[in-house]
Structure formats: C-alpha cells, structure tokens
C-alpha cells in the first residue's frame, strides 16, 4: 500500500510516497482504510523537525476517516466494514496520509453514514481543539461574547460555528477577502486583523468573555487589554517566545484566567468525538474544504496550508 513518509527532516520535498507493507492491528488497535485525511499545521512541525517524532521513515498525519479493514485483539467496539473516524495520530505514532493506517481505539470513533468521510477528516483535529478550548476550557455561556482568533483558519471556521451553536455572541478576526464568508458561517461582528485600531473597533462592539487565542506569539497582552473582567483565554496556536507580556497587571486587576491546551492531551477523545459527529449529522457545524489532494500532492498540501490564505481546510484523498 501507498503511505507518504518523509525519510529525514526538512520542507515539504522531503515527503515522498512510498510502497510498504500493509500493517497489522495490536492488542486493542484497528487498520482503517483511510477515505480521507485532513493536512493540519501540526503535520508541518513533525516534518520539519521542530517536533520529535519516533522514527524515520515517519507517516505525518493526524485526523482520519475510513472504514476498518482488521481488527486487533481485544477490541469488541469495531468490526470490518465500520466506519469511523479520529484524531490525534502522527504524534508518537505513524500517521494518516497513507491508503491504511493502524489507530488505537481510544482515538476513534464511529461515524454515521450520513456524513461525507472528507467532512469527518476535515473536522476531527480542529472540531475537538474548538470543543476543549470552548466546551470543556471555557465553558461558554449563550450570552457570552466570544472572540475567536484568525476565523478563517482550520480551528477558527469551525469555532464560530461551535460558538454559535452555543448561542455566544461571536467576534472573529481575518483578513478583510473572508469577512463575508466568516459571518456567513455564524460571526457577528468580523474584524480586520491588519488594522491598527484593532483594539479599539474590537471594544466598541463589546468586550469578550472568552477569547480563543490562535496565535499567542501576537496577542497574549492583546488579549489581556481588551478582555472582560473574569474572562478566560483560551491559547492554542503558536510558540509565546514573541508573545509574553508587557503589562501583567491587567491579568490581575481584571481575575483573568489563561489556558494553554494540546489537543492531544484530550482525556477521552472518543466522547468528544461522538459530539463532533452529532454537530456533523445534525449540520451545526459544517467544515469548509478548501481544496481536496492525492498523496502525490502531499508536499504541496502541506505548503499550501502554511503560506496560502483561504477559508477552511485542506484534505488528502488517497
Ligand atoms: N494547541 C492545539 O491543540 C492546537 C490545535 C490546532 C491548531 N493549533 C495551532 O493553532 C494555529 C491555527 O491552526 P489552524 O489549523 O487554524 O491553522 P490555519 O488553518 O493555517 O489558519 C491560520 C489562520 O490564522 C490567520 N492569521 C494569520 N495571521 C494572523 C494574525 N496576525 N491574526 C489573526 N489571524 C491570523 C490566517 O488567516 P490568513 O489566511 O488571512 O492569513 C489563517 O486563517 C496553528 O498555529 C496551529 O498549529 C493548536
């Protein structure tokens, strides 16, 4: 079977795609022919080096959906033929962007036959960072205001829609070609991120309870200045080292709370999942697929989702 590998570290020519075995199902494991695999900026990370993986050659990938084609021992949950889908591979273990992959059970679930394999994909990585930062973190209240980040990125699009079902009042930030399609997708109020007056467009509108923090390394203080007393931020994207604060008093006077997360620390992904695919089913949440590629393209996908600007996310279709 066909499975993309980068064989040293390096920029997206270092994966090529490679003949290997079929794998094997371990004790509580199942191989899932993959129908579709969404292309996150964490795959990036691995590759390049600036996360360990295990080995080389190493299978990037995170997010999945397919069918099982072989269960292992010791699972009684799945069986060939299932549908499924899941998050959280390529971190310590081989990734997605291959014909077959091997998944521990903890990091699937099943998926209703009504919903596209490129949707599932598409939605597992980012849908259940959404789901931590604003459900599980900040626990968002419907007559909250929730600022969101960089709204037209694979965690921003669906976020506001998450927000949204939670019936938040939702802020996000993008460039301005997206405005229009961010609050077609929920926003009710889209702000230039380039603005200069970024602040002071933003505190006009309201002040946020919950901000969900896509890219530290730019609005740590931000965030502190234009937050609601007591409110929680949320922080997922991008290194601090930039980012640390000029003014910490604010996050005193105001009893802010800060909360750094990984989506792979997610303590029973399979529930969290199972929630995803109800917004899924139900069509709460819809993600967008910018744009769909083979594994031969797997190098350009990879570039594509750090230097392009679009709405949404990119997938590899095997
Ligand atoms: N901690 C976790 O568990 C976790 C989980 C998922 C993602 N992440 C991280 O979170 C970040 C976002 O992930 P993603 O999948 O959404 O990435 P993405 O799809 O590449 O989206 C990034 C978005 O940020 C926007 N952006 C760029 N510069 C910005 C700025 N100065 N202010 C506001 N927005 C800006 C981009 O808009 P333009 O296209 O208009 O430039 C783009 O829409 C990445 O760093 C990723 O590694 C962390």
Redesign the pocket.
């Given at each position: 079977m066909r499975a993309v590998r980068f064989h040293e570290h390096g920029g997206p020519d270092v994966l090529t795609v490679d003949e290997i075995d079929e794998p094997e199902p371990g004790y509580g494991e199942v191989v899932v022919e993959v129908g579709a695999a969404g292309v996150?900026?964490?795959d990036t990370?691995f590759r390049e080096g600036a996360y360990d993986v295990p080995y080389l050659p190493f299978t990037p990938g995170s997010d999945f959906a397919g069918t099982v084609v072989g269960v292992g021992e010791g699972v009684e949950r799945f069986s060939f033929g299932d549908r499924v889908f899941g998050t959280g591979l390529g971190n310590g273990m081989s990734g997605t962007y291959a014909e077959q992959i091997v998944s521990p059970t903890e990091l699937l679930t099943h998926l209703p036959e009504e919903v596209e394999l490129t949707d599932a994909a598409a939605f597992a990585?980012?849908g259940t960072?959404a789901w931590?930062a604003l459900v599980h973190h900040a626990s968002v209240e419907p007559v909250e205001t929730v600022l969101i980040?960089?709204?037209?990125?694979?965690?921003?699009?669906v976020a506001i829609q998450l927000a949204n079902t939670m019936g938040a009042r939702v802020f996000t930030?993008?460039?301005p070609?997206?405005h229009d399609k961010l609050e077609a997708l929920g926003a009710d109020a889209v702000f230039d991120?380039?603005r200069d007056d970024l602040k002071r467009v933003i505190t006009e509108v309201g002040t946020p309870d919950v901000i969900l923090d896509?890219?530290m390394d730019?609005?740590l203080q931000f965030d502190a200045d234009i937050a609601a007393d007591g409110a929680r931020i949320i922080?997922?994207?991008?290194d601090t080292a930039e980012g640390s604060f000029t003014n910490i008093g604010v996050t005193k006077s105001k009893e802010l709370r800060y909360q750094?997360?990984?989506?792979?620390?997610t303590p029973d992904q399979p529930a969290v999942l199972s929630r995803l695919s109800d917004l899924l089913t139900r069509g709460d949440v819809e993600p967008v697929i910018h744009r769909t590629y083979d594994l031969e393209e797997a190098g350009e996908a990879q570039r594509n989702?750090?230097h392009?600007?679009?709405?949404?996310?990119i997938v590899l279709v095997p």
């Open positions: 996150n900026p964490v990370y990585l980012v960072t931590q980040h960089g709204g037209s990125g694979g965690v921003g699009h930030t993008s460039s070609d997206y991120y380039n896509t890219h730019h609005y922080g997922v994207g991008n750094f997360m990984s989506m792979f620390n989702v750090i392009d600007g679009f709405v949404g996310k």
